[in-house]
């Protein structure tokens, strides 16, 4: 509790004050510049609208003991975006304050309810979830560590924080990945790392956008629109995971946003903000990582990392070139699976090989992207590449995803997209 708050004479009752408190008042000193040991040099919050950059902002005069101006702007949020249901919480908490003892005991025990009891506990985690998102900025300059190379077809790139119900919007650069934007999200109601169909759990790995859909398509609980992902992706199937249907999408219209573990698995976003992401997206190239904690690296670091992976790659295709079937073999584990429309057409290394040695071209990799995932079990690449016969101007765009076997890096999977 601050000072400011002591001399009121007032015992805070209110649990959602109580819980901020603490929290808003170390977020005011990181934006003021006071040190605090997890948030160095930091980027500030990048939303759609800027109702959570008001919401935050009556975090920081709670934090201050400026509870007037606190109430104000919570009532002016609270009216401007009536169903931000974190805003209306703080905003009647703030009001609870001005209550006599009798007054704010009553409020209480009305809110006892098993029903609003719960309620009360999602709001209050989802509050701590944002703050928690400003207190611990990504240093400038850094990249999640699973984005180390994106295609340079995809133009945004898309990283969750599991840790922090937090989504982080890359712009793909020349000079390499940028925070764009960044947004509160609601995960599965049993958390993350899906397993089986109907676990209501958000799973963790790397994935594509496969598609957009308008909200014209959906029905009103899926908000704005949806971008569906492509779990299981062939990791999810080597390890045994089933299930379908996990998309990106945005709220019901009586709800802002949703409770930080609320969906049946899918990530869901406050509506401007998927609207936003709507216009971002590329269909087939947008690349969405989703980690317990992101780890942020710098760009240099990250340059190095792809260009090791790549070397695999390249060490592949120059087996393919000098038609040495055995080594090229070597590149893969003896159960690796080849799909795609042109995956059925040629489904043995030994007929590819031999189409490669008939044309009498070479085939140059372009934009070869690489990404990177750990999980508790291995470590696995996904890596995108085009596939372009020497003097020609296009080609066959191919994914693969590897694993870091006994010998070394193999293939488990390729197809062509």
């Not at 133009?155 to 969750?160: D, E, K, Q, S, W």
């Not at 937090?166 to 509160?184: F, S």
């Not at 007929?351 to 490669?356: C, M, P, R, S, V």
Request: aromatic share 6%; net charge positive.
């Amino acid at each position: 509790m601050t000072p400011a708050l002591r001399r009121t004479g007032r015992s805070v009752t209110c649990a959602a004050l109580a819980c901020v408190l603490a929290c808003a008042g170390a977020a005011v000193q990181a934006r003021a510049g006071a040190p605090h040991p997890a948030a160095p040099a930091s980027t500030a919050l990048r939303t759609a609208d800027g109702a959570e950059a008001r919401l935050l902002e009556v975090y920081a005069l709670i934090g201050q003991g400026r509870q007037a101006e606190a109430l104000a702007k919570a009532g002016q949020l609270a009216r401007a975006w009536p169903t931000f249901q974190a805003a209306q919480l703080v905003h009647a908490d703030l009001l609870a304050l001005r209550l006599p003892p009798a007054g704010r005991r009553a409020v209480e025990q009305r809110l006892q309810a098993p029903g609003a009891a719960e309620a009360l506990r999602s709001l209050r985690d989802e509050s701590a979830r944002r703050l928690e998102a400003l207190r611990h900025r990504p240093a400038p300059g850094t990249v999640p560590a699973q984005l180390l190379a994106v295609p340079a077809s995809s133009r945004y790139a898309l990283a969750v924080d599991v840790s922090r119900s937090r989504m982080y919007v890359l712009r793909n650069t020349r000079q390499g990945l940028e925070l764009a934007a960044d947004y509160y999200v609601s995960l599965g109601k049993a958390g993350a790392g899906k397993r089986v169909e109907g676990d209501a759990r958000t799973p963790l790995g790397v994935y594509h956008v496969t598609s957009n859909l308008p909200a014209r398509t959906l029905p009103d609980f899926y908000g704005a629109g949806a971008l569906p992902l492509n779990y299981p992706n062939a990791y999810d199937r080597r390890a045994g995971r089933t299930g379908s249907g996990i998309w990106l999408h945005g709220s019901p219209p009586e709800q802002y946003a949703r409770a930080p573990l609320a969906t049946d698995g899918c990530v869901v976003l406050a509506d401007n903000d998927l609207r936003q992401l709507l216009r971002m997206a590329d269909v087939g190239a947008t690349v969405v990582t989703i980690a317990p904690r992101l780890d942020w690296i710098p760009q240099a670091e990250a340059r190095v990392q792809a260009q090791a992976l790549r070397r695999q790659v390249l060490a592949w295709n120059e087996a393919r070139a000098e038609g040495d079937l055995q080594r090229w073999q070597s590149f893969y584990l003896p159960d690796a699976v080849r799909a795609g429309r042109l995956g059925q057409q040629r489904p043995a290394l030994r007929d590819e090989l031999a189409q490669t040695a008939g044309r009498g071209r070479a085939i140059e990799l372009k934009d070869v992207s690489v990404l990177r995932w750990r999980d508790e079990r291995q470590e696995l690449m996904v890596v995108n590449f085009g596939e372009v016969p020497r003097g020609e101007r296009a080609g066959a765009l191919r994914r693969q995803y590897w694993l870091h076997a006994p010998g070394g890096w193999k293939i488990f999977h390729e197809e062509w997209l």
